[in-house]
């Protein structure tokens, strides 16, 4: 993997108890990481427009306003990672907070390294994902599945000419999947190879997939191109 230059990111902690808040930000700026913090979400929503964030770490439940609203809202203008913190009795609220875009999440308790471990994995795929974006190549990359195209080096997604907007996490899934049309790759595998670490938590690919067929399918109960092997995996069905 990339070495990080931690000292080039920012990154904004969204978290109500001042004792969780004050911790993490402690522990990320020994790791070198630039610190911006909010109490809650319009907190949050106000330092965005301030400074330019590269990810966010936001609880669930906050008063004014909550985590998943602030999630909805940013997702509205950014597509910087989000890594929520969740108690584990607010399941529920962690597969929405996933269904709105957040990326990854953090059950309460956790360790300083857990989260770490989490923020350094969504950092590389995001610097990867906006190098990507902002490269002038001329070699694009194109994958196409009948009326679904993915274009690597543009970082576009077109479904029967109409953009679709994907998180980074799910344009990684889905070009990993297109890539291999037909081959059925099991959640631990798709974890693997798009978080490049070993798989802790894969309900999230569940949740992704389900967000990429909204997204892709016209219908995503009878779903065209991204199909699942029950019990093996997910695939990318080859078009005639």
Known sequence: MEPINHSEYHILIVEDDPEIRDGIEIFLRSQGYQVHKAGNGVEGLAVLEDETIDLAI???????MDGITMTV???EKYEFPVIML???????????????GAD????????PLELMARVNSQLR????????????????RVYIAGGLELNEDTVEVLVDGKPAHLT?????ILTLLMKNPGRVFSA???YERVWNEKAINTDTIMVHVR?????????PRDPKYLKVVWGVGYKIEKQP
């Open 58 to 64: 936001v609880d669930i439940m906050m008063p004014r």
């Open 73 to 75: 809202r940013l997702r």
């Open 86 to 100: 969740s108690a584990k009795s607010e399941e529920t609220d962690k597969v929405m907070g996933l269904n709105i």
């Open 104 to 111: 990854d999440y953090v059950t309460k308790p956790f360790t």
């Open 125 to 140: 795929r995001y610097s990867r994902f906006k190098s990507r974006e902002g490269s002038g190549e001329n070699n694009e």
């Open 168 to 172: 980074p996490s799910e344009f990684k």
């Open 188 to 190: 631990d595998e798709i």
């Open 211 to 219: 967000n990429i067929r909204d997204k892709i399918e016209i219908n």
